[in-house]
C-alpha cells in the first residue's frame, strides 16, 4: 500500500518509507484509535510528558484542532488523528527552549 497523504519533511519521509516496509501502512497511519500505535513501533517515552510535549506534535486548526505526529504523517483524515494527552512513545523530541 502506498501512503496516502504527504510528509513534508524528507527525513520523516524516509523514516516512513523503511518502518512501512518492516511494519506494513496500516499499522504505522491507524493504530486502533484509543492506544498510541507508536508505542508498540518504538517502545514507550518519558513518562511524565505527553504527546502534546513532543516536538513532532502539530495540529491543523479547522473548527477544531487535528493533533497529527509527523512520524505517522498526514492522510488528511482521522486515520492519522492522534491524542495530544497520549503517553508518549521512544522517538520523543522536546520541544526547543523558548527565548527569554
Ligand atoms: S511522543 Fe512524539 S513522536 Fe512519539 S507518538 Fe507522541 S508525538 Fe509522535
Not at 502506498?2 to 504505522?28: C, E, H, L, N
Not at 495540529?59 to 482521522?78: A, D, V
Request: proline residues 10%; contains cysteine; hydrophobic residues 25%.
Amino acid at each position: 500500500m502506498k501512503y496516502p497523504g504527504d510528509i513534508s519533511d524528507p527525513a520523516q519521509q524516509d523514516w516512513f518509507d523503511r518502518m512501512s516496509s518492516k511494519y506494513g501502512v496500516t499499522r504505522i497511519i491507524t493504530g486502533d484509535g484509543k492506544s498510541n500505535p507508536c508505542i508498540a513501533l518504538h517502545g514507550p517515552g518519558p513518562a511524565d510528558k505527553r504527546c502534546k510535549d513532543c516536538a513532532l506534535c502539530y495540529y491543523n486548526q479547522f473548527s477544531k484542532r487535528y493533533y497529527k505526529c509527523e512520524l505517522r504523517g498526514s492522510t488528511r483524515g482521522p486515520a492519522t488523528d492522534h491524542r495530544a494527552n497520549w503517553p508518549t512513545c521512544g522517538k520523543f523530541q522536546p520541544q526547543p527552549a523558548q527565548p527569554v
